[in-house]
């Protein structure tokens, strides 16, 4: 094995692509096997065995200038640092095949170090940035000039496309099943958020035994400008990554995206077209709403931070036009969701977190109105930010006014499979749960089903009476309590009257 380190000033060269690509090759596939060996797996022999391919791959990645002295004294360390792995790994066994992998190329590597302080020196510099070079230099295995330029520009729409068709496919039952053809549920079962970084930190910490570098300290100013720096990526961020070029491609994908959605609802949703087989509208409509609603809102963070005032998409003839037509296929979106939620509450009933959603997907469409008005209008993100405040200050106000508990108690009686002929059957459990304001649609409900009446249901629907009669003391009195009084006055005056005289 060599070191660059070794090697003058004068004959550091700029890193080749090719030979990089090598190593890089290499380094990836100790990577594959620290991910056999080690992921998900208790360790013991395995870490000899990687210790083992670390070293026969730094050897094969620089055995042009290999030193066959020193890399036999450097074989005989590691094999005396892996004997009491093989024996036990513990701790202590741990650190010493550290130490040893680590002194062995050293020695091997960087024959200039020869004092105790030099050698102390060095490895300490490995370990504390050693880690730190993959990226880079695995960047400089790419032409970056037009391999970074084109991942700039095809990364964001690539991810976010990737994210909106996951999010289609958890709302609607007919693109999962299209994405269900492509399998990726057998690669998804492998591939997760740690395993990703894993990969990642095995990748930094077998890379200085590929690719050897050594620091040093009468190198530092004199290599800084010798060798070849890779191009900034900086200036491809800025100009590239929301470029108008990054932003017209995820355009141009994401309004065939929605159109694919739309299309879709505008067949099973709207047209009442017949479903898939094992597919049922209670289904299509339940599983789609919240879904959209995380696409809409993601879509509008994204036109947002691209449309931003005074940023060089803003002013595009192309781009606006774009912009507008994805919008209002989120508008439509968000139309869907509704109506998916409207259909679901017809079948399953109302809730307070349903009627939450609706105010919630409401505000989210007038937001996305909003923003085409900023745009067309060419108003600031803050009269967008004050626009959105005053919208939700009024939908507030107006809820503090609305007295949801015996809404959804008399929509839910009203449209129950005993009341309608269809939907589901009422849920008096949950009716008594919403307060003393649900007692009309209680009693009604106990009406429907005679049966109900037996049991702890008349004593809990007679404590929400008895709490309704504290409620109207002078210190607890509301308008609101004093009205359901009076309807519960005239509900019983109506029962009184409609019973034969005895």
């Known amino acids: 094995m060599t070191s660059l380190a ?26 594959a096997l620290a991910d056999w060996l080690f992921y998900g797996q208790r360790i013991g022999l395995s870490l000899a065995i990687f210790a083992t391919a670390i070293t026969c791959a730094s050897v094969l990645a620089n055995h042009t200038t290999l030193d066959l002295r020193r890399a036999a004294i450097g074989g005989n360390i590691v094999a005396l640092g892996l004997a009491p792995a093989v024996e036990q790994l513990n701790t202590l066994s741990f650190l010493i095949l550290i130490a040893a992998l680590l002194i062995a190329l050293l020695l091997t590597t960087n024959p200039e170090t020869t004092g105790l302080a030099d050698r102390a020196h060095a490895l300490r510099n490995f370990v504390l940035f050693g880690f730190l070079r993959f990226f880079p230099d695995a960047l400089q295995a790419f032409n970056l000039s037009a391999f970074t330029r084109g991942v700039a520009l095809w990364l964001l729409p690539a991810t976010l496309s990737t994210v909106f068709v996951a999010l289609f496919a958890a709302a609607n039952p007919v693109i999962e099943q299209w994405v269900s ?27 200085p035994f590929i690719h050897v570098r050594w620091r040093r300290q009468k190198m530092a100013v004199a290599a800084a400008t010798e060798v070849a720096e890779p191009e900034p990526l900086a200036p491809f961020v800025s100009a590239e990554f929301l470029g108008p070029s990054t932003i017209l491609r995820s355009l141009i994908l994401f309004n065939l995206l929605f159109a694919a959605q739309s299309v879709l609802d505008g067949i099973y949703l709207w047209g009442h077209v017949a479903l898939p087989d094992n597919l049922t509208y209670a289904a299509y409509a339940h599983r789609g709403a919240y879904p ?35 919008v209002g296929q989120n508008v439509l979106l968000v139309a869907s969701s509704i109506l998916r939620l409207d259909l679901y509450v017809d079948i399953y009933m109302l809730t307070y977190w349903r009627i939450a959603a609706f105010i919630w997907m409401g505000l989210v469409a007038l937001g996305l109105i909003l923003i085409v008005a900023r745009i067309v209008l060419d108003r600031s993100n803050q009269w967008l930010i004050g626009a959105n405040l005053i919208a939700l200050t009024i939908v507030l106000y107006g809820c503090s006014l609305v007295n949801f508990d015996a809404l959804i108690a008399d929509y ?80 019983a005056k109506a029962r009184s009257g409609s019973q034969p005289a005895g």
């Open 6 to 31: 070794s090697t003058s000033t004068t004959d550091i060269q700029p890193i080749r692509p090719s030979a990089l690509s090598a190593k890089l090759a290499m380094a990836l596939l100790l990577a």
């Open 181 to 207: 053809l492509l399998n990726p549920k057998v690669i998804f079962e492998y591939v997760s958020v740690w395993r990703v970084l894993f990969w990642t930190l095995m990748l930094a910490l077998v890379w």
């Open 292 to 326: 959209l609603i995380a696409t809409a809102l993601l879509a509008a963070a994204f036109v947002l931070v691209a449309m931003r005032p005074g940023g060089p998409a803003e002013k595009s003839p192309v781009i606006r036009p774009l912009v507008y037509l994805w």
């Open 412 to 491: 839910n009686v009203a449209h129950s499979r005993e009341a309608s002929g269809r939907g589901v059957q009422i849920d008096i459990d949950y009716l008594l749960t919403l307060g003393p304001q649900a007692l009309p649609a209680i009693d009604r409900a106990i009406a429907l089903r005679p049966g109900v009446s037996e049991g702890c249901l008349v004593s809990r629907r007679d404590r929400l009476v008895e709490q309704q009669r504290q409620d109207l003391a002078w210190r607890s009195w509301g308008f609101r309590n004093w009205r359901l009084q009076r309807r519960l006055e005239a509900q």
